[in-house]
């Protein structure tokens, strides 16, 4: 069975410091990762997804992922934290050969960027 | 470019009342259509999926059902609602590239 977990509830960080969301997966196969962000009484938005290529894939809003094969992680980024980057993010994941409906969610990390 | 809509995006309704929640995508066809429930909680349950019309899966046991009677249109609907029903609900679709893209919900409170 497959999993994604996100170790933090809550991430804070001052506005203009770097960012980090940590995600980390089990799945058969290769992976194929996504990262979503939900603003309040919002729907998901897709940030950036990791199928195969460069470890580093770059999203929207500034936002980029590295993926790390030999520790299952895919961590989310950014240089410089906004105020308005204050969101709830999502990573999840699904096998590469299965289907969009197969993909498992994480629980979730609330980033608050505080001014 | 494709948009996804879903309505009423607020809803309160008494235990024992009927429920119907749409959504509707634009700018594509044969897409692939979800519903999911996102409890309090944060965490996101997949509910129903369909891959083209009349042709529905349930992933879990409820009080809820599902129709696609159109090739954009996705339906939630529920006989008679419990309060374990309330949530905000969520649909999405899926195209070629795999990844899901959501509406901007649809949030019921059962009282």
């Known amino acids: 069975a497959q999993s994604v977990a996100q170790p933090e509830d809550q991430v804070n960080v001052a506005e203009g410091n770097p960012l980090t969301v940590k995600c980390t997966y089990s799945?058969?196969?290769?992976?194929?990762l996504f990262w979503y962000v939900q603003y309040p009484n919002r729907g998901l938005q897709f940030l950036l997804k990791?199928?195969?290529?460069?470890?580093l894939v770059k999203g929207s809003y500034g936002f980029e992922a590295e993926f790390n094969k030999s520790q299952t992680s895919f961590h989310l980024k950014k240089p410089s934290a906004l105020v308005s980057d204050s969101a709830l993010y999502f990573c999840?994941?699904?096998?590469?050969?299965?289907?969009?409906?197969?993909?498992?969610f994480g629980s979730g990390t609330q980033l608050t960027v505080l001014p | 470019s494709q948009t996804i809509h879903q309505w009423p995006a607020t809803l309160v309704q008494p235990v024992g009342s009927p429920l119907s929640l749409e959504c509707t995508v634009e700018g594509t066809s044969n897409p692939n259509l979800y519903w999911y429930r996102q409890a309090a909680g944060r965490g996101l349950q997949l509910l129903f999926y369909?891959?083209?019309?009349?042709?529905i899966s349930s992933e879990v046991p409820q009080n809820l059902s599902a129709s696609r009677p159109q090739d954009r249109q996705f339906i939630l609907s529920s006989k008679k609602l419990l309060l374990s029903d309330s949530g905000f609900y969520l649909c999405a679709w899926s195209g070629e590239t795999g990844e899901l893209f959501f509406g901007e919900g649809s949030r019921l409170t059962v009282l």
């Open positions: 990791y199928i195969t290529g460069d470890n």
């Open positions: 799945v058969s196969g290769n992976p194929y």
């Open positions: 999840a994941v699904r096998g590469l050969r299965g289907s969009a409906r197969q993909l498992t």
């Open positions: 369909s891959v083209g019309i009349g042709q």
